[in-house]
């Protein structure tokens, strides 16, 4: 099994005053995130996708964009990153599938 270069987590915190417009802009995220193409698992806190380490950053830039485009006027955003540019990196099944 080939391994990824780069497996991201991504969680966004858009700054807004309306819990409803929160969850409206993190959708807006994880529905970009889904059409990138890459392996991508939505969970309860963060979003992981695993591939090209710069397709993995250039995805976590534009989650940022996205985010000041719908409307948040500031954010944070927690990234977590493994990184091998060998493709050493453990794939989200790797890791996962004992557990399911």
């Excluded at 929160?22 to 807006?28: G, S, T, Y």
């Excluded at 591939?51 to 534009?62: P, Y």
């Excluded at 964009?65 to 099944?93: F, H, M, Q, V």
Aim: glycine share 8%; net charge negative; with cysteine.
């Amino acid at each position: 099994m080939e391994r990824p270069q780069a497996s991201v987590a991504i969680q966004v915190l858009p700054q807004s005053t309306a819990g409803d417009e929160v969850l409206r802009i993190v959708d807006k995220v994880i529905s970009y995130i889904k059409s990138t193409g890459l392996k991508t698992i939505v969970g309860p806190f963060e979003t992981v996708i695993e591939g090209d380490f710069d397709k993995c950053m250039d995805i976590a830039k534009e989650c940022q964009l996205i985010c000041i485009r719908e409307g948040a006027a500031s954010l944070l955003t927690y990234l977590k990153i493994a990184y091998n540019p060998n493709g050493g990196t453990w794939s989200i099944d790797e890791k996962t599938a004992k557990h399911i």
